[in-house]
């Protein structure tokens, strides 16, 4: 449902796929928002405070960025009631720090699981993004995308794996995967 907008009115941009980078690409995005003065929110659902280098380069630029992890860890790490608390709690706090005015652009980070994992709604989702009338612009990361919110964004860029180290046995390194 996307249509024609005028300049400055609220962008939604869309990271999805399979592959590695949805979070990279979104602190890249970030990155450039803060480059150009503009005031960031970055809300990560699911993941929690590991010190990934991403989250760290982000609380460099406190107080123009403000980060909330809001995850309890990886999925299969943790009950699924305290995985549903924790990203209804995120999503609240998502619908505050988008609506408060404070923000040029808002990152919600693995907010496509909480739809597939029926915490929010698509349609829950997809209400409260047509709400929006003024900046933010946001950023929104994670894979299976639904359909709906592919339709619904204004960008979608979809990482497709096609050759990745850890296949060969390589293992997860600091300031590349984390």
């Keep these: 449902m996307s249509t024609t907008k005028a300049a400055g009115q609220p962008l939604i941009l869309l990271y999805t796929?399979?592959?590695?980078?949805?979070?990279?690409?979104?602190?890249?995005?970030?990155?450039?928002?803060?480059?150009?003065?503009?005031?960031?929110?970055?809300?990560?659902?699911?993941k929690s405070d590991t010190g990934s280098g991403e989250i760290k380069a982000l609380r460099c630029w406190e107080?123009?960025?403000?980060?909330?992890?809001?995850?309890?860890g990886f999925s299969w790490q943790n009950e699924p009631a305290a995985v549903a608390k924790h990203g209804r709690q995120g999503w609240e706090l998502a619908k505050q720090k988008i609506g408060s005015g404070a923000y040029?652009?808002?990152?919600?980070?693995?907010?496509?699981?909480?739809?597939?994992?029926?915490?929010?709604?698509?349609?829950?989702?997809l209400a409260f993004l047509d709400t929006l009338t003024a900046p933010p612009h946001l950023v929104l990361t994670g894979r299976a995308a639904s359909a709906g919110l592919?339709?619904?964004?204004d960008l979608v860029t979809e990482m497709r794996p096609v050759k990745h180290h850890i296949q060969a046995g390589v293992p997860a390194q600091p300031g590349i995967e984390f």
């Design 17 to 46: 796929g399979d592959g590695k980078g949805k979070t990279t690409a979104a602190v890249g995005q970030a990155l450039r928002a803060l480059g150009q003065g503009m005031r960031v929110c970055f809300i990560q659902f699911v």
């Design 150 to 153: 592919v339709a619904r964004a």
């Design 63 to 72: 107080p123009q960025v403000e980060v909330h992890i809001t995850g309890c």
């Design 104 to 125: 040029d652009l808002v990152i919600l980070d693995e907010i496509t699981y909480l739809v597939t994992w029926a915490i929010v709604s698509e349609k829950e989702l």
